[in-house]
């Protein structure tokens, strides 16, 4: 890949590219190298190609059809047994597609209209190749398309996806429009630049593992990019080796600030978090009835909330904060200080109902990040958590400007948010995550990267990126993805982060 790996485009800046790179080039180049790339893709997943493998090509009406005849052609002249499906008018196909539907059609591939499909489903195929629709899809999928796509949903073998899973849209994640479908596949090849869609929300279950293809176009055509998946390369060099001549006033204080009455879990869970993290010093503030010390962790410190000075901690308020009138006033004098801020939870909920605290925050001085999951967001934004979920992105970006804050707006393809709108995905985590505290966790990693003085953005992407890779270890490990327990990240992060700091060249 000449342009950054790790960059992500949207639908528009794909657009751009595509028209600028084929304005240099001989007319269906970039389409005959879409669909090379995603045959020799396809003949690696099959190991018994050579010996007349079936493979079942979707084609649609646009140039996302085109690449699947270009492919099926490549498939075909390397031995395998090839049925095309297509059910539009060949004369209607763009340019380009209409050329490598003729290719095509000079082999001895068998074409079938939509009608063929009950035999077709009776056969075994090696692999499904979608090419209905790619970043050309307009509006929900219909009939006779989405019967094709239920029917491939159920079927057995892989099916491998033309740039994007048909059915989801490229920017965002959703399946596109109101009861839609889409293709769910093992496998997807994406052309020109890698898409957000296949990362987030129901992208990572609909897009199966993303390779990317650029199609040798060349690096002056690619926009310098916004998005970005999520990877230590974003945060490392903030990360350090402890000196020798170091001391625990060195890696900082973090104040959790929470556990209301029958809460007080969710505090203790953020303050074995940040302390297993790295914090020199930890303290836990309890809105009500402070234990004397936690039995099971008693290096952390716990006093009443009222009593703490937040002002020498970096602050992590929110966990089992409640919404009482003294978690308010907690949350008030939080954000007239100015140290570094972490804001989960109930924190959030209390912050969507002050307009006045609102303005506070995004006029504060210091590191501040937001830990949304997408009901919190949706609070903070007056809309729905759909509405949220619709445009994940969009979502990260808005809260980001709104309260000049990094935002961490939590879920399957995590968005982390800065207000200049640079903006990442993180693809580390799995739904062993999808337990309660994992929150708790999360926002006192936060806490502790910040305190050992990680600039917000950096802390946020380190830390998001070493929980989901904690729960990756626990799942490979066997202990997942059914019955983690939230606490059990934590010993897997400490690894996870020391094992990043431990790889790192000498200074
Ligand atoms: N241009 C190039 O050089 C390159 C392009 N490349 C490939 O082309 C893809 C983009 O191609 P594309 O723009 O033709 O769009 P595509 O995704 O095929 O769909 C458009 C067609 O589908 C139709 N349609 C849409 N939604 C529908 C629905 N819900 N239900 C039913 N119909 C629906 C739509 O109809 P319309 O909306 O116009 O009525 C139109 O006919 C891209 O993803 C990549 O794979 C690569 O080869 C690299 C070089
Ligand atoms: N299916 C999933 N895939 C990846 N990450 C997930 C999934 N479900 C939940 N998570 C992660 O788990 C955490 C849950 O946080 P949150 O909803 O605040 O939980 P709690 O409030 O119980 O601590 C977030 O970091 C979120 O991104
Ligand atoms: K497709």
Same mark, same amino acid.
């Given at each position: 890949?000449?342009?950054?790996?790790?960059?992500?485009?949207?639908?528009?800046?794909?657009?751009? #590219?595509?028209?600028?790179?084929?304005?240099?080039?001989?007319?269906?180049?970039?389409?005959?190298?879409?669909?090379? =790339?995603?045959?020799?893709?396809?003949?690696?997943?099959?190991?018994?190609?050579?010996?007349?493998?079936?493979?079942?090509?979707?084609?649609?009406?646009?140039?996302?059809?085109?690449?699947?005849?270009?492919?099926?052609?490549?498939?075909?002249?390397?031995?395998?047994?090839?049925?095309?499906?297509?059910?539009?008018?060949?004369?209607?196909?763009?340019?380009?597609?209409?050329?490598?539907?003729?290719?095509?059609?000079?082999?001895?591939?068998?074409?079938?209209?939509?009608?063929?499909?009950?035999?077709?489903?009776?056969?075994?195929?090696?692999?499904?190749? %979608?090419?209905?629709?790619?970043?050309?899809?307009?509006?929900?999928?219909?009939?006779?398309?989405?019967?094709? #796509?239920? =029917?491939?949903?159920?079927?057995?073998?892989?099916?491998?996806?033309?740039?994007?899973?048909?059915?989801?849209?490229?920017?965002?994640?959703?399946?596109?429009?109101?009861?839609?479908?889409?293709?769910?596949?093992?496998?997807?090849?994406?052309?020109?630049?890698?898409?957000?869609?296949?990362?987030?929300?129901?992208?990572?279950?609909?897009?199966?593992?993303?390779?990317?293809?650029?199609?040798?176009?060349?690096?002056?055509?690619?926009?310098?990019?916004?998005?970005?998946?999520?990877?230590?390369?974003?945060?490392?060099?903030?990360?350090?080796?402890?000196?020798?001549?170091?001391?625990?006033?060195?890696?900082?204080?973090?104040?959790?600030?929470?556990?209301?009455?029958?809460?007080?879990?969710?505090?203790?869970?953020?303050?074995?978090?940040?302390?297993?993290?790295?914090?020199?010093?930890?303290?836990?503030?309890?809105?009500?009835?402070?234990?004397?010390?936690?039995?099971?962790?008693?290096?952390?410190?716990?006093?009443?909330?009222?009593?703490?000075?937040?002002?020498?901690?970096?602050?992590?308020?929110?966990?089992?904060?409640?919404?009482?009138?003294?978690?308010?006033?907690?949350?008030?004098?939080?954000?007239?200080?100015?140290?570094?801020?972490?804001?989960?939870?109930?924190?959030?909920?209390?912050?969507?109902?002050?307009?006045?605290?609102?303005?506070?925050?995004?006029?504060?001085?210091?590191?501040?990040?937001?830990?949304?999951?997408?009901?919190?967001?949706?609070?903070?934004?007056?809309?729905?958590?759909?509405? #949220?979920?619709? %445009?994940?992105?969009?979502?990260?970006?808005?809260?980001?400007?709104?309260?000049?804050?990094?935002?961490?707006?939590?879920?399957?393809?995590?968005?982390?948010?800065?207000?200049?709108?640079?903006?990442?995905?993180?693809?580390?985590?799995?739904?062993?995550?999808?337990?309660?505290?994992?929150?708790?966790?999360?926002?006192?990693?936060?806490?502790?990267?910040?305190?050992?003085?990680?600039?917000?953005?950096?802390?946020?992407?380190?830390?998001?990126?070493?929980?989901?890779?904690?729960?990756?270890?626990?799942?490979?490990?066997?202990?997942?993805?059914?019955?983690?327990?939230?606490?059990?990240?934590?010993?897997?992060?400490?690894?996870?982060?020391?094992?990043?700091?431990?790889?790192?060249?000498?200074?």
């Amino acid at each position: 890949m000449k342009n950054s790996s790790n960059a992500l485009y949207s639908v528009a800046a794909i657009r751009r #590219i595509e028209q600028a790179a084929i304005a240099s080039l001989p007319s269906g180049s970039l389409m005959q190298r879409a669909g090379l =790339a995603a045959a020799k893709l396809a003949l690696g997943l099959i190991p018994s190609h050579s010996s007349g493998a079936k493979a079942l090509v979707l084609a649609g009406p646009g140039n996302n059809g085109g690449d699947a005849f270009v492919l099926a052609s490549h498939l075909f002249q390397n031995g395998m047994a090839v049925t095309v499906l297509f059910d539009a008018y060949p004369e209607k196909l763009p340019a380009d597609a209409r050329g490598a539907y003729a290719q095509a059609r000079q082999h001895a591939i068998q074409f079938s209209p939509f009608s063929g499909l009950p035999g077709i489903l009776e056969k075994q195929w090696d692999i499904v190749i %979608d090419g209905l629709f790619g970043i050309g899809l307009s509006k929900a999928i219909a009939t006779p398309y989405r019967e094709l #796509i239920d =029917a491939v949903n159920r079927m057995s073998c892989p099916v491998l996806a033309l740039d994007v899973p048909s059915g989801l849209d490229a920017d965002t994640g959703t399946i596109a429009g109101k009861d839609g479908i889409a293709i769910r596949a093992a496998y997807t090849i994406t052309f020109i630049g890698d898409k957000p869609g296949l990362h987030t929300a129901h992208g990572r279950d609909l897009a199966g593992t993303v390779h990317v293809d650029d199609l040798d176009i060349d690096a002056r055509f690619f926009d310098a990019p916004e998005i970005f998946k999520n990877e230590p390369k974003l945060f490392s060099h903030v990360l350090r080796r402890r000196p020798h001549n170091s001391h625990k006033g060195s890696y900082g204080n973090v104040a959790i600030i929470g556990g209301a009455q029958g809460m007080h879990g969710a505090a203790i869970l953020s303050g074995r978090s940040a302390l297993h993290l790295g914090a020199g010093r930890v303290f836990v503030g309890f809105l009500e009835q402070a234990p004397a010390y936690d039995s099971m962790q008693p290096e952390l410190m716990c006093r009443a909330a009222a009593s703490m000075e937040p002002d020498d901690a970096t602050i992590v308020i929110g966990p089992g904060l409640g919404t009482s009138p003294q978690a308010l006033e907690q949350l008030a004098k939080t954000c007239s200080s100015s140290s570094p801020l972490v804001m989960d939870a109930d924190a959030l909920n209390l912050l969507a109902t002050r307009s006045d605290l609102q303005h506070v925050l995004a006029q504060r001085g210091g590191h501040t990040i937001l830990t949304p999951h997408p009901l919190e967001a949706a609070r903070l934004l007056s809309t729905t958590a759909a509405g #949220i979920q619709a %445009d994940r992105l969009q979502a990260g970006r808005e809260l980001a400007r709104r309260f000049n804050a990094v935002i961490v707006l939590k879920g399957s393809g995590t968005v982390i948010a800065r207000p200049d709108g640079k903006t990442a995905i993180n693809v580390t985590g799995n739904p062993a995550l999808a337990t309660a505290g994992t929150g708790d966790v999360l926002a006192g990693m936060c806490g502790a990267l910040l305190a050992q003085s990680c600039p917000a953005w950096e802390a946020a992407l380190a830390a998001v990126w070493i929980h989901g890779l904690a729960a990756d270890r626990l799942v490979e490990r066997g202990c997942g993805p059914i019955g983690v327990a939230a606490g059990e990240l934590i010993p897997v992060a400490r690894e996870v982060l020391n094992g990043l700091i431990n790889g790192m060249p000498n200074a």
